[in-house]
């Protein structure tokens, strides 16, 4: 797969693995041994860059816990120099929803108890998952710093990142990248990319396929165990499916003219709009991240894409998964 890079110089491959799935927020989670086999396939295929987090918890079948991070890190064991392992800190789950705790001594926790799970001495990209209103950036910026400074880690980003809080963050410790939601669904953050490009940071794009939907596997008599966060997506609601029917017809259209299918129309359309944009679509079956490490061969013109661009800016949607509520930490 080809490779790109992020902020100052974090070379990923173009697509990566958005690995919450296997343990979080879509069900049972996967056992463990299928999810490690399914995630070193995907290193096979070309996926170089695998992102988990603290709070991506969940629950296999016999009841245990299932921690995220081990699943990644007993994966990527002895392929540790060959990938990029990005992590978050900052949030812990209250049901659905998310606690916001970015508390200096609570970074400093949570480095550790990555490390500790993930079986590495370094985090190659290091995420405050949602921003805190109590701990101003700076402050979190050069608690960050201080933890690049020791080796714990090598380059640090921010999800959901607003300009504000990115140009304050990025003042005090160089940041490479934002991840922010992204998909065909909900692009408002692209008015963030002409500060990316003033900046020199790189965008990470979480959520690519608005959930799944845009992969086209999905109808209007789809149904979620009650433990699947999308069973509670607008995009997933009785009437959604028929609302959107122009633009699944239109990502079609598209996908017969370039000999590919809805979901890797939705990934190249990003990886074509700029270089500096990584989707990391997460999936937890081999079949799927063979298709979307695909999209990377399909290509679009700058005018293809703004054709696109006017295309999704005038076809009819539902509303669509925009995350969790967030509250602060008590």
Known sequence: MEKR?????????AIGLGCMG??????VATER???????????????TMFDTAECYTGVFTDGSVSYNEELVGEALHDMRDKVQIATKFGVHHEGRTVVADSRLAEI????EGSLM?????YIDLYYQHRIDPAVPAEAVAETVAELIAEGKVLHWGISEATED???RANSVCPVACVQNRFSMMI???????????????????????????LTGAYDANSTFAADDYRGAMPQYAAGAYERNAELFAYLGQLGKEKDATPAQIS???MLAKKPYIVPIPGSRKAIRLRENAAAAQVKLTGEEVARIDAALAALPMSDVFGGSPVKRAE
Request: proline share 3%; glycine share 12%.
């Open 5 to 13: 890079l992020l902020g100052d110089g974090l070379e990923v491959s």
């Open 22 to 27: 296997f343990s979080h927020a879509y069900g």
């Open 33 to 47: 041994a299928e999810a490690v086999r399914t995630m070193r396939e995907a290193f096979d295929m070309g996926y």
């Open 108 to 111: 400093r926790r949570a480095v």
């Open 117 to 121: 799970r993930l079986g590495t001495d």
């Open 165 to 167: 809080y990115l140009r």
């Open 187 to 213: 692009h408002k953050h692209e008015t963030l990319f002409p500060v990316l490009e003033e900046l020199g940071v790189g965008f990470v794009a979480f959520s690519p396929l608005a959930n799944g939907i």
């Open 267 to 269: 990934l190249v359309w």
